[in-house]
């Protein structure tokens, strides 16, 4: 069995971030696209990691976990509007959510 090529994990990564982007600008539920923003910052990880496996440098790990940091705070902040919308609104639709003053 070969060993996976760098570029291999560029095309996932790729592909990833692709999806991700896809979800924001096509759907309109708010949770779809708070997960298909956690998609990006993963393909950003991988990114990341695949980069510093190839330069066998260790620097790829540790900005992957900051993407990880953001990314927990991305949920805890998130998860937080979409309870409040969903308590004030009923709905999970982001134009429903276009104006933030009720």
Do not use: C, K, P
Not at 2 to 28: D, K, M, S
Not at 77 to 97: H, M, P, Q, W, Y
């Amino acid at each position: 069995m070969g060993e996976i090529a760098g570029w291999h994990f560029q095309i996932v990564a790729a592909l990833l971030f692709l999806l991700g982007v896809l979800g924001v600008l096509v759907r309109r539920n708010i949770i779809v696209m708070f997960m298909s923003i956690e998609l990006m910052l993963n393909a950003a990880n991988l990114s990341l990691v695949a980069f510093g496996r190839e330069l066998g440098d260790s620097s790829g790990q540790i900005f992957a976990f900051m993407v990880m940091v953001v990314a927990a705070v991305e949920v805890a902040v998130g998860l937080a509007v979409i309870i409040s919308l969903v308590r004030n609104r009923d709905t999970v639709n982001i134009e429903d959510a276009s104006l933030m003053r009720w």
